[in-house]
């Protein structure tokens, strides 16, 4: 039971990911944290901390249901499951790109929504994990910045709904955070170029940046990282949107700046500069 303790709730929070780093802080930080994830196996680490560990399926009805009835009360709601994609968008799988939509989107609007009813008791908190991509930019990442582009409206959208309320809606516009979410998907998803792409002359340069290898040996520690965010939302006012992340200030600077400011940073970063030479030969 959590007592008199503040209460969380986090999904996605396999270990070493964002979600499980946010586990530990908010843990060491005296709340009772709720850790879930699709399987709970996968957050063993967290359980030896003693964290509380939950399963929750964000795309399931039923499994949001079961977790909501595990819970008599709940402050702060972290909608932090999510998962990466990379293609160019002329080569993009629709069906596919739509499971990151209904993942990245709708499952935290599910969720939401499951959860709102002990929100309004306690007159608690939303945070949305987004990402500075969805306010940047990027090659090949079109389909993943959209979703969180999309959060990112429903977050300040939600932020004056639920104003009315006392809900505090928080969106954490996330930089580049050393986990294993690149691996992960390297793993997994093995991205690759489909058979007749426009992009084949740069195959090799495109393919590498589908990968993400530019972000190998970057990022901020998720440790460090879910410190500074823990210590942000215990703040009596906290910020709606929160900048964290190695070059998250570049991001935001970007954003002021005049349109396409950045693009010639962006392409070097992604390799598009030397796309272009090879399909323009």
């Known amino acids: 039971m959590s007592g008199t303790k503040r209460t ?3 999904s996605g929070c396999s270990d070493g990911g964002l979600g499980a780093a946010l586990a530990v802080a908010f843990h060491e930080a005296g709340l009772h944290v709720y850790a879930t994830a699709r399987n709970p196996d996968k957050m063993k680490g967290l359980a030896s901390r003693g964290i509380e560990t939950l399963a929750l399926d964000v795309q399931s009805e039923s499994s949001i249901k079961a977790c909501v009835s595990r819970l008599s009360s709940l402050d702060i709601l972290v909608n932090n499951a999510g998962a ?3 293609m160019p968008i002329v080569d993009v799988n629709i069906a596919e790109a739509k499971k990151i939509f209904d993942l990245n989107v709708w499952s935290h609007i599910a969720v939401t929504q499951a959860f709102t009813p002990l929100l309004l008791r306690s007159k608690g908190m939303i945070v949305n994990q987004t990402s500075v991509g969805g306010s940047t930019t990027i ?6 910045n959209a979703s969180k582009a999309a959060m990112i409206m429903f977050s300040d959208t939600l932020r004056l709904e639920l104003q009315p309320f006392g809900i505090t809606v928080i969106d954490l516009r996330t930089a580049v955070i050393r986990t294993n979410l690149i691996r992960n998907m390297r793993e997994e998803k093995k991205p690759s170029l489909p058979k007749g792409s426009i992009y084949e002359p740069a195959r090799e340069v495109v393919e590498k940046a589908l990968r993400q290898e530019q972000f190998d040996d970057a990022g901020m520690p998720a ?3 879910s410190k500074l965010i823990v210590q942000d939302l215990m703040k009596k006012k906290p910020s709606p949107v929160i900048w964290r992340g190695e070059s998250a200030w570049l991001t935001w600077f970007g954003t002021v700046l005049p349109f396409g400011t950045l693009d010639n940073f962006i392409k070097k970063l992604t390799g598009m500069d030397v796309v272009a030479q090879a399909v323009g030969k």
Not at 139 to 144: C, E, I, R, S, T
């Open 139 to 144: 090659p090949f990442q079109a389909v993943y």
């Open 84 to 86: 990466t994609f990379l």
């Open 223 to 225: 440790e460090k990282w």
């Open 8 to 10: 969380v709730l986090i």
